[in-house]
């Protein structure tokens, strides 16, 4: 972040005459029938407590105040669920209720033009989100494209491949490589054409930098959302810097678009990519821009972070690299490469992969709910407009769930049918319910693709001669859930 925390929060006890009014606000609109939680210090509330990694401050107060509990932000009121049957209450039973959206206010665009372009951000879900939720389903996201795609999967897997046979022995930034192969997968359905070059733009974090810096500003703690009267002021120059980046990103694909409108004016439009579909389909030049943005940073940095810590987890367990790549041997004896198609029957690869989710969920708070009513969850008042967290990383540790929940153990998933397609709210790194992620059909096929190609093609060392014991799984809170310490491997090409 840009501030330390405890300076951006200190600034209300300057602002005397507000530090009163709201102390005021807070007292008289304090509601008895909250979920139990923490007990709020005056004006600031629970803000000093959350820490700087709330999804395990969060899961220690779930063990004292069980698992649906309430805190206060500022003036804000945040329930917490941090069990699979809160979970369930929340994203299944009142679904509908608690499926509002809570808006960041670093979002440059205003709450009525999102409602009409955004598809994650919409305060709730209306015909306009419906709309686009199924043009994605449809022309993106289905059996049918996905699968009309996967040649060109296969084939930018591929050039990542080789690539890292010319950087042999070489030290390589896992991270970002990964993050270009996914971040060309989506351009190429998006706009046919690859956004990074790994000759040219290799490991440089350019586009990736962009991209995070702009998850960065919108899920950093914002004195905007807990003190919504200082919204206009942009103390933290959040929103400003928001906006700048979509500027930059938009770039990628401006001239693009423009392109592409004189093309279907003149007729002359022969491509086949979701930028066709949505210009068929009438979409705004505002309306695409701000998809686009929600797809590149919701389809990227989570898909590069999940196989990012799923190589730094086979890694430090030989035991299971050794069974993957026992299992790629086997059923790859009549191929060069490992095909999509042949992927979903591989067990061990798909239990590594859903392991990994468990350990790291990508989005450890899902995207953050907002009440549109008041409700009752668990013989508890949820007062409208309450901003809803499912603390989807405290379930996957649930002890009660899990035997061994801290332990990398892929073989847990071998006799089990739990998925993570929203039926199992024990297992939920892609949500449930009405929010949940679009482009997971997506990422269920392209996350286990780059792994298994890069454990089949490679034996892998940490620089400077470090055992696996001794590698760094310290994690770096975000609305993304990422390794601390990037990923720096040497290749080996395997014959």
């Known amino acids: 972040m840009a501030q330390p925390i405890e300076i951006l929060f200190l600034l209300p006890f300057f602002l005397l005459p507000l530090t009163f009014f709201l102390f005021k606000v807070f007292r008289s609109s304090k509601i008895t029938q909250l979920p139990p939680g923490p007990t709020p210090w005056p004006v600031i509330g629970n803000i000093f407590h959350m820490g700087k990694m709330p999804h395990i401050t969060l899961t220690n107060f779930a063990k004292i105040y069980g698992p649906l509990m309430s805190l206060r932000l500022g003036t804000k009121c945040l329930v917490v669920g941090s069990s699979s049957s809160a979970a369930i209450e929340i994203l299944k039973t009142h679904d509908r209720i608690l499926s509002g959206r809570h808006v960041p206010n670093a979002i440059p665009a205003k709450r009525s033009d999102l409602d009409k372009i955004s598809m994650g951000w919409t305060s709730e879900c209306h015909n306009e989100w419906r709309y686009l939720r199924t043009l994605c389903r449809t022309e993106l996201f289905s059996g049918k494209v996905l699968e009309s795609q996967a040649y060109m999967r296969e084939k930018k897997v591929m050039e990542l491949v080789e690539f890292l046979r010319s950087k042999e022995g070489q030290v390589v930034n896992i991270g970002e490589l990964v993050f270009a192969t996914v971040l060309n997968m989506l351009s190429n359905v998006l706009i046919s054409q690859d956004m990074v070059n790994f000759e040219k733009k290799t490991e440089d974090g350019g586009i990736r930098n962009l991209i995070r810096g702009l998850v960065e500003a919108v899920s950093a703690p914002n004195l905007s959302d807990f003190y919504p009267v200082l919204g206009k002021l942009d103390l933290q120059g959040l929103r400003k810097r928001a906006r700048y980046v979509m500027t930059?990103?938009?770039?990628?694909?401006?001239?693009?678009?423009?392109?592409?409108?004189?093309?279907?004016?003149?007729?002359?439009?022969?491509?086949?990519?979701?930028?066709?579909?949505?210009?068929?389909?009438?979409?705004?030049?505002?309306?695409?821009?701000?998809?686009?943005?929600?797809?590149?940073?919701?389809?990227?940095?989570?898909?590069?972070?999940?196989?990012?810590?799923?190589?730094?987890?086979?890694?430090?367990?030989?035991?299971?690299?050794?069974?993957?790549?026992?299992?790629?041997?086997?059923?790859?004896?009549?191929?060069?490469?490992?095909?999509?198609?042949?992927?979903?029957?591989?067990?061990?690869?798909?239990?590594?992969?859903?392991?990994?989710?468990?350990?790291?969920?990508?989005?450890?708070?899902?995207?953050?709910?907002?009440?549109?009513?008041?409700?009752?969850?668990?013989?508890?008042?949820?007062?409208?407009?309450?901003?809803?967290?499912?603390?989807?990383?405290?379930?996957?540790?649930?002890?009660?769930?899990?035997?061994?929940?801290?332990?990398?153990?892929?073989?847990?998933?071998?006799?089990?049918?739990?998925?993570?397609?929203?039926?199992?709210?024990?297992?939920?790194?892609?949500?449930?319910?009405?929010?949940i992620c679009p482009g997971l059909p997506m990422a269920a096929i392209k996350v286990p693709s780059v792994l298994a190609s890069l454990v089949h093609f490679f034996d892998w060392e940490l620089p400077h001669g470090k055992h696996p014991t001794e590698l760094d799984m310290t994690e770096k809170f975000g609305v993304t859930l990422q390794k601390k310490e990037p990923l720096l491997l040497i290749p080996k090409a395997r014959k």
Request: hydrophobic letters at 35%; aromatic letters at 10%.
């Open 248 to 435: 930059k990103i938009r770039s990628n694909w401006e001239p693009i678009l423009e392109e592409r409108r004189k093309n279907k004016e003149s007729g002359s439009s022969s491509q086949q990519d979701f930028l066709e579909a949505v210009l068929d389909n009438g979409l705004t030049n505002d309306c695409i821009h701000q998809l686009f943005v929600e797809l590149f940073a919701a389809g990227s940095d989570t898909s590069t972070s999940t196989i990012e810590w799923a190589m730094a987890e086979l890694i430090k367990n030989v035991e299971s690299m050794k069974k993957v790549q026992e299992e790629l041997e086997i059923e790859l004896s009549e191929s060069d490469y490992p095909k999509e198609s042949q992927l979903l029957q591989m067990s061990y690869v798909q239990a590594c992969v859903k392991e990994t989710l468990r350990l790291h969920p990508p989005a450890p708070f899902l995207l953050p709910h907002r009440a549109i009513e008041t409700c009752q969850v668990m013989s508890y008042t949820i007062p409208k407009d309450a901003q809803i967290l499912v603390n989807a990383w405290a379930i996957t540790r649930d002890p009660l769930i899990w035997e061994d929940p801290e332990m990398f153990r892929p073989q847990r998933f071998l006799s089990s049918d739990m998925d993570f397609k929203g039926n199992d709210f024990e297992f939920l790194p892609f949500g449930a319910g009405r929010r």
